[in-house]
């Protein structure tokens, strides 16, 4: 296991309103290394707008970001993204007409000093090794050379987990992996999940009850923006707060 | 398995050949021809220049005709002003091109879709009319003419007057033009433009500052452009208002997409097959426009990726069966 | 310095009113122009040879049946039926994709031009003026026809107003271009409103080449100074707001006429394209938002 109770990421107070609507309110949210935390809660409680202000896709309104000791707030998500965060989109979000083998490249190529613009890109072996290994990650091996587009739903999904690695982040934002997924993609990507929280630190957005609890040590429930519970998964499913939440209060 | 990777070797064959041949009929050739492929060689470069733009980094531009008639006013006048030799000309020409690319390209990169077509349409249009307007510079509409220098290497000089040497010379800038573009495109960096045209989000979320390499793509297409423009204005030795006409920018946009935009290859298709349909056919038919709107139209039915779309899809077809 | 007194305003008017009179027909163009981009995104580069063809259409129409008006409605209904034909024909496969419609409609721009070059000859022609009264007000002498066309001009901007926003039809072209999926899943054939669109949009052009026929002259390269013209109105009105094209060409023509007083008509042309910079400078979606 990694380095226990070295906190990664921190946000302090960290709010995000859009007009009248306050969709984060003020939020403090610590995360250690070589967690695998689960975000839940009812939907329109904020989990995506966390995880968007987090990787800089959007900008907070107030609050702080700290990533590695480091104030992140505001910068934009490129650079977030250079400095170890990396975001998988819950709607698939990849380079539809490249090859699974070229998806993966461009952000396997993002940390490759390329100053030479002459040099042909596939000659570069250290980055070939890179995609090669992702690729075997996230279980696309054999489909190295398919057309993205023509994949399956399931297999997007894992390669659009696939280019979020390909940054080799310190932590990875997954944003409801497992949504729309068949019986036998479910169980392969959770597994895929699984195993890449051994060497990453993960904040996993799910609805799906049974893979929050199979794969999260410590759950943190939002509701309205707030965080209303955090804890180990017995401690969030005895929690009165938690179950009114999502059981109880009609809206 | 991934057809493409066969093509570019393909088609690097091909066109290898096609510069040999080129290369040895050149004092063969009947003049006619010798000039429509001179014409043909600088306009490739033109149309190649927009294809960085849109086919590689998706930024639809009708505006690029302000570089080529940057370059070719920025080899005309230094030379007919101040007498400079041919290579400072175009390096003039060039480096012109540069510094509006950052400035044009600053303003409107930033904007993207509609607004950026918007504002390369206005400043193409503000520079044609300041062209057409300030005559004592441009020469209006009547243009100016210019008295072409010899090109020296060394102890060597050339005139650019022999129709011969005219050939060898831009096709020694259209073979190095292509080179230049098909390794950047290969590159590290032509990749990352391929990774902004497919999913322009998805490449910022891996790390890319967008608005960067889009404006080094625009930068780029500008050089080219006005690379073209000067060596046209070279060739006709004369430059006008008319070469910031915003038909020419029209002219790249069709040649383009009609050859095959992103693949640097089919903007020389699109160049080699529209531009002998206007010489051989339009010298006995006054219409012969209509032949060519009737290519645009039906191509784009077949492929929206052009005349190389169609030979890829008859191809697959074939492999298919 | 600018002269004032009686001759000068009696000329200021004139252009004034030209600028409006212009304007309107202008304005029917422009719509057309904006539907079909709005609609379809496409950017018809032939819409000013549309506009060309009706002129031209109305030229023949005038000789066959010695009647201005008939070959009027003849011009606008025959490009309107051409224009369903383009849409399927050729607009089809790119509708959607602004940089591939860029390059068939010039196909279709060079297509309409050499025809009519071939058929109609490469002479400017002059129409007889179908209404031959001259009005005065104001110390100006007004060509009676210009009122008629303003009038006319009018009438058919409400028409069309009217069927945008009062009939069925117009509900259906509203919400197709405000959701396209949601119309789909509605049961309105979107095929059937795109060419219906289209043909509104040709139609519109093809009007006001018609009603401008006798004003300007006729010549198969009408389009070129008024495709540019229509573009900035357009553009400075929003692209797809209606209400903005109309706003914007009610602005832009009157002023481009006023200061032909003073500079070249390449010269106003000019400051036209300063006050589209300067509206995207301040606005840069245009002076309305686009109803989509």
């Keep these: 296991m990694t380095a226990q109770g070295k906190v990664i990421l921190e946000t302090h107070g960290l709010t995000k309103r859009f007009g009248g609507l306050v969709a984060v309110d003020h939020v403090d949210f610590k995360l250690e290394e070589g967690e695998l935390r689960a975000i839940i809660g009812p939907n329109g409680a904020g989990k995506s707008t966390f995880l968007n202000l987090i990787s800089g896709r959007l900008k907070p309104t107030e609050g702080k970001v700290i990533f590695k000791g480091e104030d992140i707030t505001g910068l934009p998500c490129h650079e977030i993204t250079r400095k170890g965060i990396a975001l998988s989109l819950q709607l698939v979000n990849i380079f539809p007409e490249l090859t699974d083998f070229e998806n993966i490249w461009i952000g396997a190529q993002m940390r490759f000093k390329h100053r030479n613009p002459f040099v042909k890109a596939e000659t570069l072996a250290p980055i070939r090794a890179k995609v090669e290994e992702i690729c075997k990650m996230v279980g696309l091996y054999d489909k190295m050379d398919e057309v993205a587009s023509n994949l399956s739903h399931g297999d997007q999904k894992l390669l659009d987990i696939g280019i979020a690695l390909s940054t080799e982040p310190s932590l990875l934002l997954l944003d409801e992996p497992l949504a729309g997924l068949s019986r036998k993609e479910f169980a392969e990507l959770t597994e895929v999940i699984r195993e890449l929280s051994k060497s990453k630190t993960i904040i996993l957005i799910e609805h799906n009850i049974d893979a929050v609890l199979k794969l999260a040590r410590k759950i943190t429930v939002l509701d309205r923006g707030k965080v209303i519970a955090e804890g180990s998964p017995v401690e969030i499913s005895e929690n009165v707060k938690v179950q009114e939440v999502y059981l109880g209060r009609r809206r | 398995m991934a057809k493409y990777r066969l093509k570019p070797t393909l088609s690097g064959c091909m066109l290898a050949t096609a510069v040999v041949i080129l290369v040895a009929v050149g004092p063969l050739l009947p003049a006619s021809l010798r000039s429509l492929l001179i014409d043909i060689m600088i306009f490739s470069i033109y149309a190649m220049a927009f294809d960085i733009l849109f086919g590689y980094s998706n930024q639809f531009s009708y505006g690029q005709a302000t570089f080529f008639g940057l370059g070719a006013y920025g080899i005309l006048l230094p030379v007919l002003h101040a007498g400079v030799n041919l290579w400072t000309g175009i390096l003039i020409a060039l480096v012109l091109c540069v510094i509006f690319g950052l400035g044009l390209g600053f303003l409107s990169v930033r904007l993207g879709g509609a607004y950026f077509v918007i504002i390369t349409i206005i400043f193409n249009m503000v520079f044609y009319l300041l062209a057409l307007s300030w005559t004592w510079l441009t020469g209006g509409d009547d243009g100016l003419t210019f008295t072409v220098p010899p090109a020296t290497i060394g102890p060597l000089s050339f005139s650019l007057y022999n129709p011969v040497v005219n050939y060898y010379f831009a096709l020694v800038f259209f073979v190095a033009s292509y080179v230049v573009l098909r390794r950047f495109v290969a590159s590290p960096i032509g990749k990352i433009l391929i990774a902004i045209r497919e999913n322009e989000e998805r490449a910022s979320l891996v790390g890319y500052n967008v608005f960067r390499y889009k404006l080094l793509a625009f930068v780029i297409s500008a050089l080219f452009t006005g690379l073209a423009g000067a060596l046209y204005a070279i060739r006709t030795r004369y430059a006008s208002a008319d070469y910031f006409s915003i038909i020419l920018s029209g002219e790249a946009i069709v040649w383009a997409i009609i050859g095959g935009s992103g693949t640097l290859i089919g903007p020389i298709i699109g160049v080699a097959i529209i531009n002998p349909i206007i010489y051989y056919v339009g010298v006995f038919w006054r219409h012969y426009l209509i032949i060519i709107g009737l290519l645009l139209i039906l191509v784009l039915r077949f492929s929206t990726k052009g005349i190389v779309g169609v030979v890829k899809s008859r191809l697959a077809g074939r492999r298919a069966r | ?292």
């Design chain 3, 1 to 292: 310095m600018v002269p004032l007194g009686a001759e000068f305003t009696s000329r200021f008017l004139f252009v004034l009113i030209n600028g409006f009179v212009w304007a309107l027909i202008v304005a029917l163009v422009a719509l057309g122009l904006s539907f079909i981009f709005g609609l379809m995104d496409i950017v018809n580069i032939a819409h000013g040879d549309l506009y060309m063809l009706g002129a031209v259409l109305t030229w023949y129409g005038l000789a066959a049946t010695g009647n201005f008006w008939l070959g009027v409605i003849l011009a606008t209904a025959v490009v309107g039926v051409l224009g369903i034909g383009l849409e399927r024909g050729a607009l089809r496969p790119v509708e959607g994709m602004p940089a591939y419609t860029v390059v068939v409609t010039i196909g279709i721009s060079y297509i309409l031009q050499q025809v009519v070059l071939a058929v109609f000859g490469g002479s400017p022609q002059k129409m007889s003026d179908p209404f031959p009264m001259v009005i005065e007000f104001l110390g100006v002498r007004y060509p009676g026809y210009r009122i008629l066309v303003a009038g006319v001009s009018g009438i058919a901007l409400l028409a069309l107003w009217f069927l945008l926003f009062k009939t069925s039809v117009g509900l259906w072209i509203r919400a197709t271009m405000q959701d396209r999926e949601m119309a789909n899943a509605m049961g309105i054939s979107v095929n059937n409103i795109y060419a219906m669109t289209f043909a509104l949009g040709a139609a519109l052009a093809a009007l006001g080449g018609a009603l401008a026929s006798p004003i300007v002259q006729v010549f198969y390269l009408m389009s070129y100074d008024l495709l540019v013209l229509v573009f900035i109105i357009v553009i400075v009105g929003g692209l797809g707001s209606l209400k903005g094209t109309m706003v914007a060409a009610l602005i832009i023509c009157p002023l481009e006429s006023v200061m032909t007083l003073f500079v070249t008509p390449t010269e106003a042309r000019v400051i036209s394209f300063l006050v589209m910079a300067a509206v995207l400078l301040v606005r840069p979606q245009g002076l309305f938002k686009a109803w989509r």
